[in-house]
Each structure stands twice: as structure tokens, then as C-alpha cells.
């Protein structure tokens, strides 16, 4: 499993430092992900050593968002006189992911007719 957890961080350091070094607006890990998941595409032997540590990872997924709950405890009081624009952009990202998501369905959904 250390291995897995190894080359899970080394993509993940890999990601950082191209951001970093080119000033990409993209974040690191999210840069990193696209790395491993090229790296698994050109490789594919390397997903058994990686596939173990990623399970074990996901199994303790809740674990993983503690400290963003505390985080956003603790800076609840930088919020407060702006709860009605936090509510609003809630709302509407809301609605905005919901009518994407609504749209790529049925612009993917090839089995229907688009016609009626």
C-alpha cells in the first residue's frame, strides 16, 4: 500500500510543481489527477499498483472532510453580514449544476427522439 500512497503523492507534488512553474490557473492535484490518469492511459500496469492504496483511501473518504468542516467553522465568523449573498450564490449554483446537468443528459440521451 505504500507504494499505491507513494506514487498517489508523487503525481499529486508533480501537479503542484507544473502549476507553480507555469503559472497555470488550474489547481495542483486537479493538474496532477489529469497527469495520473494520462499515465494510466499510457500505462495501464501501473493501475494494479495504484488501485489498493486508491480503495483504501475512498473507504475513509468522511475521514478526509473533517478538516474542511472545521475550516469552515472557524471562518464562519468572517461570513457573518454577508449570509444573504451566501444563500443566494447557494442557491443559484445549485440551480445552475442542476440545468447543466439536465441539458448534458439530454443532449447525451441518443435514444430518444429530440423531434416530439
Known amino acids: 500500500m ?13 501537479g503542484e510543481g507544473i502549476v507553480f512553474m507555469l503559472g497555470i490557473p488550474l489547481p495542483g492535484p486537479v493538474a496532477g ?14 493501475l494494479t499498483a495504484v488501485e489498493q492504496g486508491a ?30 449573498a451566501i444563500l443566494a450564490s447557494l442557491a443559484g449554483s445549485t440551480v445552475l449544476a442542476l440545468a447543466v446537468t439536465g441539458l448534458l443528459l439530454r443532449g447525451l440521451d441518443g435514444t430518444r427522439e429530440h423531434d416530439a
Open 33 to 46: 489527477m489529469l497527469l495520473l490518469m494520462a499515465a494510466l492511459v499510457a500505462y495501464p500496469p501501473l
Open 55 to 84: 480503495n483504501t483511501l475512498l473507504s475513509h473518504l468522511s475521514l478526509l472532510f473533517i478538516p474542511a468542516g472545521v475550516g469552515i467553522v472557524a471562518s464562519a465568523a468572517s461570513g457573518s453580514g454577508h449570509w444573504f
Open 2 to 14: 505504500l507504494p499505491a500512497f507513494t506514487i498517489l503523492l508523487l503525481f499529486q507534488c508533480l
